[in-house]
């Protein structure tokens, strides 16, 4: 059974910096793109950032571009989006996602976890 496990949400102030941690288990980690998506309420679910499964190729949405960096450890079964400079419009639950690519499309993304909430407020 496989299963995705975010963690590292809370609440931060403007400027701020979170790291959102995935723990995957139950499939090969090594063989499947990871992303990120958020939702905030009343908006559908959008893309904030994708990795290949090697790692070398990354993806990110115009939003969070030059403040969020996804990044993963295989040996630890672990994708991370690192959030710096974190705004009141970051705020939203934060999901991750399995996908068999490297794909930036939240339709295409097989595995999906409960999510982790994210406020960005002083």
């Known amino acids: 059974q496989v299963q995705l496990v975010e963690s590292g949400g809370g609440l931060v102030q403007p400027g701020g910096s979170l790291r959102l941690s995935c723990a995957a288990s139950?499939?090969?980690?090594?063989?499947?793109?990871m992303g990120w998506f958020r939702q905030a309420p009343g908006k559908e679910r959008e893309f904030v950032a994708a990795?290949?499964?090697?790692?070398?190729?990354?993806s990110h949405a115009n939003s969070v571009k030059g403040r969020f960096t996804i990044s993963r450890d295989n040996a630890k079964n672990t994708a991370y989006l690192q959030m710096n400079s974190l705004k009141p419009e970051d705020t939203a639950d934060y999901y991750c996602?399995?996908?068999?690519?490297?794909?930036?499309?939240?339709?295409?993304?097989?595995?999906w976890g409960q999510g982790t909430q994210v406020t960005v407020s002083s």
């Open positions: 996602a399995a996908a068999r690519a490297f794909v930036t499309i939240k339709g295409l993304y097989d595995y």
């Open positions: 139950g499939l090969t980690f090594s063989s499947y793109g």
């Open positions: 990795i290949s499964w090697s790692g070398i190729n990354t």
